[in-house]
Structures are given as structure tokens and as C-alpha cells.
């Protein structure tokens, strides 16, 4: 198994809504991200999980709230999104070690807040 | 922020013709990796590169490791209709784990 997969690939939600969005990995890798990507922009990156701990967050507002469950599973938790907050959500793994090499990416998950 | 400059930031080519595309940073990288992405579709690693000066082909794509570390270049050989797509250049440097710095994307268009 190859892939990072993501669930929902889209999600319409209101503004008081509170959604979750899902990542899957089974490549063995031990850091996974979260990134937000806007049409034709590259992805911006929101929090890194290394060995399931929290490693990075880009100062990303408390309405976005990363959960690691384990070594498989990653989850973005959403409460109070704004409508600017529409986008691309981006899962990602790569291993750990020298450089975290050879990021590899999900299809993503197109988030439409109303 | 951003650190990379990638150009050119679109191309509209004829199918059949050869592609090239570079990044530059002012900052030295240890590994550049370049992306495709089609429309509402995550990116897809093309080439990973991890020694200055390495040059490494996948299929009709050819990338390399700029000698100064400061760059990188992906050409495309032979354009086919489905090279369509935004392609990114990413470089990560060895202070800042867990990072990948992107390049602002080219933007390439194929026509038959």
C-alpha cells in the first residue's frame, strides 16, 4: 500500500457546524502533515506529527484542531470555520529521520464553507 | 514564506515539444522534489533529488540537483496531452524538519 487516502473528498458545512475531516496511511511512515491549499496556490502547511505528537503548528487558528490517533491515522477537527476558510485540505506522510524525504501526498479533501 | 522562484509561471505548448522548468532559492536546500497536480487531485511526487549535481529521469522527465544546492530544473521530453497540469518544485533544508518550501507552480497547457 502506497497511498495516503482521505475522507470525505468533499464536505459542505455551515459556520456553527463541527466536521472532522480523516487521513489513512499504511506506508509505514511515522510524520504526517495537514496543509491547506487554495486554486493555483501551492499547499501551505498547517501542523506536522511526528511519532504521533505534535511536532509543528503554523500558528493556525484553534478552530482547525489536529488529532493523531496513532501511527495510521491522522484527523482534522473543524468547529466555527469561516467562509475564507474554503479550500483544498491536504494530508500528507513521509518518513522521519535525515530530511523527511519524499513527502507523499492524499487526494485531498474540498472543503466548502457556507 | 515563500522562498523558491519558480518560472516559467504558465506554458502553452504543442504536443510533441520539449518542456523546461527551474526553481531558484537564495537559501540552500537538501533535497528538491517536483510535483504534479491535476485539477482537484492532491500533488503526485514526479522525481526526488538528494545530492547536489544528481540528474534522474522518470520516464520522459528528467530533474536535477543544482551543483550550488540553490536550484533545480525539470524538463519534460516530448509532451503528450496529459502532461497537463501544475507542476511544483519543493525543496526542504536539513534546519527545518518537517518543512517543504514550494515553488509558486508553472502552470503547463498541452494542445494537440
Known amino acids: 500500500d502506497t497511498e495516503v487516502t482521505q475522507t470525505p473528498k468533499h464536505l459542505v458545512m455551515g459556520m456553527t457546524n463541527k466536521k472532522s475531516l480523516k487521513c489513512e496511511q499504511h506506508?509505514?511512515?511515522?510524520?504526517m502533515y495537514w496543509y491547506k491549499q487554495k486554486a493555483k496556490k501551492p499547499p501551505e502547511l498547517m501542523f506536522v506529527y511526528s511519532y504521533e505528537k505534535l511536532s509543528i503548528n503554523e500558528s493556525v487558528p484553534s478552530r482547525f484542531s489536529p488529532e493523531c490517533p496513532n501511527s495510521s491515522l491522522l484527523n482534522l477537527h473543524l468547529h466555527a470555520l469561516q467562509p475564507e476558510d474554503s479550500a483544498l485540505y491536504l494530508c500528507?506522510?513521509?518518513?522521519?529521520?535525515?530530511?523527511?524525504?519524499?513527502?507523499?501526498f492524499g487526494p485531498g479533501t474540498r472543503l466548502t464553507v457556507l | 514564506g515563500q522562498q523558491l522562484n519558480q518560472s516559467p509561471q504558465s506554458m502553452f505548448i504543442q504536443e510533441g515539444e520539449d518542456v523546461s522548468m527551474n526553481c531558484t532559492s537564495s537559501s540552500i536546500f537538501n533535497t528538491w522534489l517536483w510535483y504534479k497536480q491535476d485539477p482537484g487531485e492532491g500533488p503526485v511526487l514526479l522525481i526526488a533529488?538528494?545530492?547536489?549535481?544528481e540528474l534522474t529521469s522518470n520516464g520522459r522527465l528528467t530533474a536535477q540537483f543544482g551543483i550550488t544546492r540553490k536550484d533545480s530544473f525539470l524538463n519534460i521530453s516530448a509532451s503528450i496531452p496529459s502532461d497537463v497540469g501544475i507542476y511544483f518544485c519543493a525543496g526542504q533544508r536539513g534546519s527545518t524538519l518537517g518543512r517543504l518550501y514550494f515553488g509558486r507552480g508553472t502552470q503547463l497547457t498541452v494542445w494537440p
Open positions: 533529488l538528494y545530492k547536489a549535481g
Open positions: 500528507a506522510s513521509s518518513e522521519v529521520g535525515t530530511s523527511y524525504r519524499s513527502r507523499v
Open positions: 506506508m509505514g511512515h511515522r510524520a
